[in-house]
């Protein structure tokens, strides 16, 4: 039996979750702001979630989503995604990831995300940002 819980991140997760966090710098700014989210299992850092101070035209924006490596593909990220969305009835939500992320693309397009848009070359690997939404209801 595992035991599974989301809850804000604290000060005592930045090591955890720095040690999975696959983007760019540290979160503990983000932790700090208790802007991120963890699900831990069994007492550990799993994974996490992060939704942007300022949004995305003025709409709530998930800015980073990851789970560990050995977590992946057991519905980590979507119960994830679930609590942040459960925040945000009767918006639209938006995400985006690499067009190379292929599945983060299958996992959104799964769970009622719509492709609205890209940016060309956005990353340092030369790969599209593609953007999504959902609409929350």
Same mark, same amino acid.
């Given at each position: ?23 760019? =710098?540290? &979160?503990?700014?983000?932790?700090? #702001? ?12 799993? $994974? ?31 119960a994830l ?8 009835? =009767?918006? &639209?939500?938006?995400?985006?990831? #690499? ?12 769970? $009622? ?13 030369g790969a ?10």
């Open positions: 039996y595992t035991k599974t819980m989301i809850r804000t991140g604290t000060v005592s997760d930045i090591a955890a979750v720095d040690g999975i966090n696959p983007f760019s =710098g540290s &979160r503990a700014d983000e932790i700090g #702001e208790q802007r991120l989210t963890v699900i831990d299992q069994d007492g550990v850092v799993a $994974g996490f979630i992060v939704e942007s101070k300022k949004g995305l035209l003025d709409r709530p924006y998930i800015e980073y989503l990851a789970v560990g490596g050995r977590y992946r593909r057991k519905g980590l990220a979507v995604l679930k609590a942040i969305e459960s925040k945000h009835h =009767g918006n &639209r939500l938006f995400i985006s990831t #690499e067009s190379t992320n292929n599945a983060m693309i299958g996992m959104l397009k799964n769970h $009622g995300y719509v492709q609205s848009g890209e940016i060309s070359h956005a990353n340092l690997s599209d940002e593609l953007y999504f939404f959902k609409k929350i209801v």
